[in-house]
């Protein structure tokens, strides 16, 4: 059983129980064993913990909220700290299941806000904007009486996807969708310059990359498959690429997390894997003569940020860095930020979420975050760490290499596919 699983089925098991009581703990777990619970925050509590972070800070860090609300009416916070002309983006926990990604961010952001002599040169270089759960429905969703959310099935999150049941009837669905549930947000980040709006997946992620959708999509608003020619219903993709857009930032990091792979209960692994979407940079060149040029700009100072993820990595016995074998599908963050010509780096953390190896997991995304953050603020094109050396420190598990991404699972046409994803067929797009 993964670990989706395993959280879907307690989640089922204790659903009935957290509908009689008040739910002043985190979302139904477990997660293994109770020490480790404390520090996965509730909404109010990450919330109040960047809001104290901030207040304590004597304005080295500052508190915003995103321009789209999630359709559950959440505001989704971002924190910036530093004020250096050179911007890093860190966003964790694009999928709601991702959890321990978001503590690593939240420590970082609280690091960095310190006065010690490393995190004051690090905001004299840098600006930094952490955006520590871009998910917030996915997570802990609640309705307005308290309780949780429920899909179109009746679970209750943690789940991967954002919230969003207007298609919970028997039809098409949107590409990168699960029925009666919501999207998967790291599928529609948008990636073309101009149009920040833009349905990444309309009218589909191959011959179609060249369209731009410039109205959006009002997701708290009843829509139709039709309206996915507007452009992007995803809010939360839309609140990152407001803020690439805001900063430009040379670096931008995405931590996620899977919990299906633990070796002898301490071990954990960490995936890392630079911007792929080669052919989509091909393919722009149509409308957009430079978009191979900043496609190969972004690629290569990713490679730069996975050279100095390794070489920190590789001091930590705990932590054994692989390639991840991620698609090139346009829409996930890795590849759009790319493609706008940032050093877009995904970070995937692997292992059980128990105290120790749950610890080690949050320790990886630090580190590995922090020592990125450290080295662009000494040198803000990293030109000591050679692209090329990426691809000999960082070897595939399994010598499985990167996917050539046809989709994930179904033709597109006109944004939609006729199925959608679901749980149990998850396998096929990892973590990422
Ligand atoms: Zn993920």
Same mark, same amino acid.
């Given at each position: ?150 899909? %179109? ?6 789940? &991967? ?25 790291? &599928? ?9 709006? /833009? @349905?990444?997946?309309?009218? /589909?992620?191959?011959? *179609? ?19 996915? %020619? ?32 633990? @070796? ?55 932590? /054994? ?14 590849? %759009? ?27 990886? *995304? ?13 040198? %803000? ?6 692209? @090329? ?10 010598? &499985? ?19 959608? /994803? ?11």
């Amino acid at each position: 059983m993964s670990m989706r699983n395993i959280l879907v089925a307690a989640s089922l098991a204790t659903a009935a129980a957290a509908s009689v009581q008040a739910q002043t703990t985190v979302p139904n777990g477990p997660y293994g064993d109770n020490d480790s619970i404390a520090s996965l925050r509730t909404y109010e509590q990450l919330m109040a913990a960047l809001k104290s972070s901030t207040h304590t800070s004597r304005g080295a860090m500052s508190y915003g909220v995103l321009p789209w609300k999630s359709n559950g009416g959440r505001e989704i916070p971002y924190v910036v700290v530093g004020n250096g002309p050179t911007a890093a983006l860190i966003v964790a926990q694009q999928h709601g299941d991702e959890m321990e990604t978001s503590d690593s961010a939240v420590n970082l952001a609280r690091t960095l806000a310190n006065s010690s002599a490393a995190s004051t040169a690090i905001r004299n270089a840098l600006t930094v904007v952490i955006v520590p759960r871009v998910n917030v429905d996915g997570f802990d969703g609640r309705k307005a009486d308290g309780t949780l959310i429920t899909d %179109a099935q009746g679970r209750v999150p943690p789940w &991967r996807q954002n919230y969003d049941l207007t298609f919970s009837a028997p039809g098409r669905v949107p590409a990168f969708y699960q029925r009666g549930r919501g999207y998967d947000i790291n &599928r529609y980040h948008a990636f073309r310059p101009l149009c920040p709006l /833009d @349905n990444p997946n309309y009218p /589909d992620i191959t011959v *179609g990359v060249t369209s731009c959708e410039t109205l959006g999509v009002d997701s708290t608003q009843p829509y139709t498959l039709a309206d996915l %020619a507007k452009g992007n219903p995803v809010p939360e993709a839309k609140n990152v690429r407001w803020l690439a857009d805001k900063y430009k930032p040379a670096v931008t990091l995405d931590l996620h997390h899977q919990g299906t792979r633990v @070796n002898d209960g301490n071990m954990v692994t960490a995936s890392t894997l630079w911007p792929t979407a080669d052919e989509t940079a091909q393919r722009l060149l149509a409308v957009d003569p430079d978009a191979v040029t900043r496609f190969k700009q972004g690629q290569s100072m990713a490679k730069r940020v996975v050279v100095v993820i390794a070489q920190t990595l590789a001091r930590y016995p705990y932590a /054994d860095l692989s390639l991840y074998p991620g698609g090139t599908e346009p829409g996930i963050s890795r590849n %759009a930020y790319g493609l706008l010509g940032s050093g877009s780096v995904l970070l995937e953390l692997r292992g059980g979420i128990g105290t120790k190896s749950g610890g080690y997991i949050q320790k990886i *995304g630090y580190h590995a975050a922090q020592a990125v953050l450290h080295e662009l603020a000494r040198d %803000a094109s990293l030109s000591g760490f050679d692209p @090329n050396q990426a691809e000999v420190l960082v070897l595939p598990a399994n010598g &499985r290499g990167p996917t050539p991404g046809q989709g994930e699972s179904e033709p597109i046409a006109d944004g939609s596919v006729s199925n959608g /994803d679901a749980d149990d067929a998850e396998g096929h797009h990892f973590g990422n």
